[in-house]
């Protein structure tokens, strides 16, 4: 059973009198540990079938398959829990809570999980340590570099231990270094056992992926493996 | 989530906005205090009053003239004529019941008083050695009216020690005479008590015998006479005694307003209650209104944090968490005005008390707890809309922050 499975998936945004159809009857599988890069001009729906991948977003019409469950069925808190235990966002603009220190953005999704706070200490600290941000801990968003901010996003992303990471853009805003930092770390965690879908306008990252989808006007136009 | 991890975040939520945070807070505060200052004056003005009538003596029943419906509007209507003079003949009558401990006849006027050169015009009242125990006056010195038969006074006289000391400065005014209206008499007594009585200061009176003032203002009758029931159980008893006597007494017609501290005292209770409840819902709109500002600046606020509740949803927010992190925020703020409230309330109604110690000030129990719930609904209340806008938020758009 693959972990993901797109059944006819569509959607479509109405603006004005104007419809908008950005994905247009996707078919996709995806087995658990595969390493995916999505490439394709702009506006062509990356950003959606990755919110729609990651719950954020309700097909038009179509089926989406999580884990064998039919997520359409899923109310708001299910789709939240399921969003909180099994899949990861990393986001173009980090999207940090500038209020909070970089542990306690790494934290977050275990507060809102509800677990212990002596818990969340020892693994904040240790996924902290494992991304070389131990000094940072303390730190604000507004102290720390593009590529720390991103290892803290990412961090955070993977602290409840997901099957799911889903990155759009992740090294968008970034220089190539740390854009190739963030890369490895993403890569190191879809060989420990991950799912990757990494979203990419840079054709040396996007070739780095086993798997390269090309989008097109809401469609996978080519699906290649290497 | 915890309980403790919701408290957490609201509050590291309000820190990071102080300038924020402060207005919303003393918005809370000022309405807080204002229900507790308020309120804290009304109260004290009711135990003021209330205080004042209880000190006219226990168990009293005060008879006057004429016939009024006290019951029905405020003034008093007279029914029939002019009604007929109360006597000390009444008042005599009056002392045959078991149920009626002590009476006491009283006539009021004023007229000049004189000694050593030095006059003033002063309220006087004619009185009976009863009115000591029935007011619960005390004596400063020397002593009061002599008891005995009321038809044959003595001339003594007992004054006030505001008059006392303006009369006759440092010399002694026992055995002195004093010379009221064309009449001399001897100062017995000085009364120690302050406090007002019929609006009258009594450190500033002279109590003549009752049938002594009757003759010095030549009238044939009585202001009221006070009685004074032997217990609190028999003041109805009481009560129907006088009528019924006073009316045998009138060819049958009872023609005379019998008063007991008790109604008198219920009726100011009410006013000053009733009062008390109006003050404190006036300001108890103004919670109101901060309750409407916690409501904008919150909305503000959510869409300044849009793309702060998108991330929230994709770490795993369900919509009813979200919810409670605002409302959260909210009920901290209005929580948190209302104890800054509570305590400006508290120490302005005891600077009050301090600058007017006649006052008895206070907030009542019921306007403090009243404050506090109503701020903190006021807190639930409004902000819930901006909590429910926040949870309705769109992920997706609010992350691209479109
Ligand atoms: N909320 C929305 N309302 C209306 N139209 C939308 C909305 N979101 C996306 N679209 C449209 O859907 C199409 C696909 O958008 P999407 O963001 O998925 O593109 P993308 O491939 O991620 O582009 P980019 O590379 O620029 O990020 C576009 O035409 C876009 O204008
Ligand atoms: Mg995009």
């Not at chain 1, 604000?140 to 759009?168: C, F, K, W, Y």
């Amino acid at each position: 059973m693959p972990m993901i499975e797109l059944d006819k998936v569509d959607r479509v945004f109405e603006v004005g009198d104007e419809q908008v159809r950005a994905l247009d009857q996707v078919d996709l599988q995806i087995e658990a540990g595969e390493y995916l890069s999505i490439m394709g001009p702009s506006g062509s729906g990356k950003s959606t079938l990755l919110n729609l991948l990651g719950l954020l977003d309700r097909p038009t019409a179509g089926r989406y398959l999580l884990d064998g469950r039919d997520t359409t069925r899923l109310d708001d808190r299910e789709q939240a829990l399921t969003r909180g235990e099994k899949i990861g966002f990393v986001f173009q603009a980090f999207h940090l809570v500038p209020r909070l220190t970089a542990a306690e953005n790494v934290e977050l999704p275990m507060v809102l999980a509800g677990i212990a706070p002596g818990l969340r200490h020892s693994r904040v600290a240790e996924a902290l340590a494992s991304l070389g941000l131990s000094d940072r801990a303390g730190h604000r968003p507004d102290q720390l570099s593009g590529g720390q901010r991103q290892r803290v996003a990412i961090a955070r992303a993977t602290i409840m231990a997901p099957e799911l990471l889903l990155a759009d853009e992740p090294t968008g805003n970034l220089d190539t270094h740390s854009g190739d930092e963030v890369i490895e770390v993403l890569e190191q965690l879809n060989a420990s056992g991950l799912t990757l879908l990494v979203v990419t306008h840079d054709p040396q990252l996007g070739v780095r992926a086993r798997r390269q989808l090309k989008m097109v006007d809401g469609r996978i136009v080519r699906d290649e493996r290497r | 989530m915890r309980a403790s991890d919701l408290l957490r975040q609201s509050w590291l939520a309000l820190r990071r906005a102080p300038g924020r945070t402060a207005l919303l807070l003393l918005a809370m505060a000022i309405g807080v205090a204002a229900v507790v200052v308020l309120t804290s004056l009304g109260e004290g003005a009711r135990r003021y009053v209330t205080g004042e009538f209880a000190s006219l003596g226990t168990n009293l029943l005060i008879v006057i003239p004429g016939r009024s419906e006290t019951t029905g509007g405020a003034p008093a209507i007279f029914v029939g004529q002019t009604p007929r003079d109360l006597t000390l003949d009444d008042a005599r009558a009056l002392q045959r019941s078991y149920a009626v401990r002590r009476v006491a006849p009283v006539v009021i006027g004023s007229a000049a008083v004189s000694w050593g050169g030095l006059e003033r015009e002063v309220p006087v009242f004619g009185a009976t050695a009863e009115l000591l125990a029935v007011r619960h006056w005390e004596m400063g010195s020397g002593r009061f009216l002599p008891a005995g038969d009321w038809d044959r006074p003595s001339s003594v006289c007992v004054i006030g020690e505001k008059l006392r000391s303006e009369i006759f400065g440092n010399t002694p005014a026992l055995g002195q005479w004093l010379r009221v209206g064309d009449r001399r008499f001897r100062v017995i007594g000085v009364l120690g008590s302050e406090g007002r009585s019929i609006g009258i200061d009594v450190q500033d009176i002279v109590i003549l015998p009752v049938t002594q003032a009757m003759s010095l203002f030549d009238v044939p009758s009585l202001f009221r006479i006070l009685v004074e029931a032997t217990s609190r159980d028999s003041m109805d008893a009481a009560a129907r005694f006088i009528r019924s006597t006073v009316a045998g007494r009138h060819q049958g017609e009872e023609d005379i307003t019998v008063i007991t501290q008790d109604a008198v005292l219920s009726t100011f209770d009410r006013v000053f209650g009733a009062l008390t409840m109006t003050l404190a819902g006036i300001a108890g709109i103004s919670l109101v209104v901060a309750g409407v500002l916690i409501m904008n600046v919150m909305l503000v606020s959510v869409s300044q944090r849009t793309s702060e509740v998108g991330l929230l949803k994709a770490i795993g927010a369900p919509r009813r968490q979200i919810v409670q992190l605002f409302l959260a925020e909210a009920v901290l703020l209005s929580m948190f005005g209302a104890l800054i409230g509570l305590a400006a309330g508290y120490g302005g109604s005891a600077l009050i008390g301090e600058l007017y110690p006649a006052l008895p000030v206070g907030p009542p129990w019921w306007a403090v707890v009243a404050a506090v719930v109503v701020a903190v609904a006021s807190g639930l209340v409004f902000g819930s809309l901006p909590a429910r806008r926040a949870a309705r938020l769109d992920p997706v758009i609010a992350l691209a922050g479109r």
